[in-house]
């Protein structure tokens, strides 16, 4: 009899890291003392999410996956910028 293990590679255990600290995250996005450290906690949040979509990619070689991670980054990081523009002219602090 073969015993299956849960956690089978390493890249496994990552993934279960990375998702554990999202959770995490998300009492900065709640509780966050300010408006730019909520951004933050999501971007965070976000950007540890296309980790996961890449690790996932890799598992289950399925690649096309790599294409949504691509858009997910570009989209976060022009999120980003657009917030931090927002608040350089002075909004909700």
């Known amino acids: 009899m073969v015993k ?6 390493p890249f ?3 993934m279960f890291i990375v998702l554990f600290t999202s959770i995490i995250l998300i009492y900065r996005v709640i509780f966050g003392p300010t408006t730019p450290d909520r951004i933050v906690g999501f971007n965070t949040i976000s950007t540890k999410i296309t980790v996961v979509i890449a ?36 909004g909700e602090k």
């Open 12 to 14: 496994e255990l990552v």
């Open 4 to 9: 299956e293990y849960l956690l089978v590679s």
């Open 55 to 90: 690790i996932l990619a890799f598992l289950k070689n399925e690649y096309v996956l790599i294409d949504l991670a691509i858009v997910l980054l570009m989209v976060n990081a022009l999120g980003s910028l657009i917030l931090a523009k927002h608040f350089e002219r002075g």
